[in-house]
């Protein structure tokens, strides 16, 4: 009987600390929301079970949204911005302060993201796209990023990660991960490469960006 006790206080025990990670999680302020989700479109959070990504679905800090080959998501930011995923692409909302200035970093692990950043209350945009081997930051901008690895590309033999950058409007700022401080701006209309760990190639290879 005494066992018997001791199990049932444990399995209590472990359903109201899940309630309440739960309770907690979903008390997260939400980062933004999917305004359209089209084809294979998941969103990860945490260790739970992926869920389908459709209009009007909250994303959070720590989210990671995946799309099939067909997929394709546009989020709407809690400050005003917009970021669309194209097909085959792996993305991370890092961190998201609600605060206009507070910093925003998102991670873009493969495929093409576009990032449409605004400034909000009289306030630069704070902003950051992560690849895994560079950085772009900007303070309002159009842009294009994309990722691609264990790819061969013509004059870089030995290399197969590479970094695209796409700028329309605004500037962008770009360093490698390996050698933040040797970093350069890409003005609009230009584009910039990054090969491995660098250096950056500018007027790199151009982005097969959609048409809108």
């Not at 999680?25 to 739970?48: F, H, L, N």
Request: with cysteine; aromatic share 6%.
């Amino acid at each position: 009987m005494h066992t018997t006790r001791i199990i049932r206080i444990a399995a209590f025990l472990t359903v109201a600390f899940a309630l309440e990670g739960a309770c907690a999680w979903s008390a997260e302020p939400a980062a933004g929301k999917i305004v359209t989700a089209t084809g294979q479109v998941s969103i990860q959070r945490g260790s739970a079970a992926p869920i389908g990504a459709k209009s009007g679905v909250a994303v959070r800090s720590g989210d990671r949204v995946i799309t099939g080959a067909d997929g394709h998501v546009v989020i709407a930011m809690s400050d005003q911005s917009q970021l669309e995923l194209f097909s085959s692409s792996n993305f991370t909302i890092d961190q998201y302060g609600k605060d206009a200035d507070a910093p925003k970093r998102v991670g873009l692990f493969s495929g093409l993201l576009r990032s449409v950043v605004k400034a909000t209350g009289g306030a630069p945009a704070n902003f950051q796209v992560h690849t895994p081997n560079a950085v772009a930051a900007v303070r309002g901008t159009e842009w294009y990023t994309g990722y691609s690895g264990n790819e061969e590309r013509p004059g870089y033999l030995g290399c197969d990660r590479f970094t695209d950058i796409s700028v329309l409007s605004g500037t962008v700022n770009v360093a490698a991960v390996q050698a933040p401080d040797q970093n350069m701006d890409v003005e609009p209309g230009h584009e910039a490469t990054l090969p491995c760990d660098g250096p950056w190639v500018t007027g790199g290879r151009e982005l097969p960006l959609p048409n809108h």
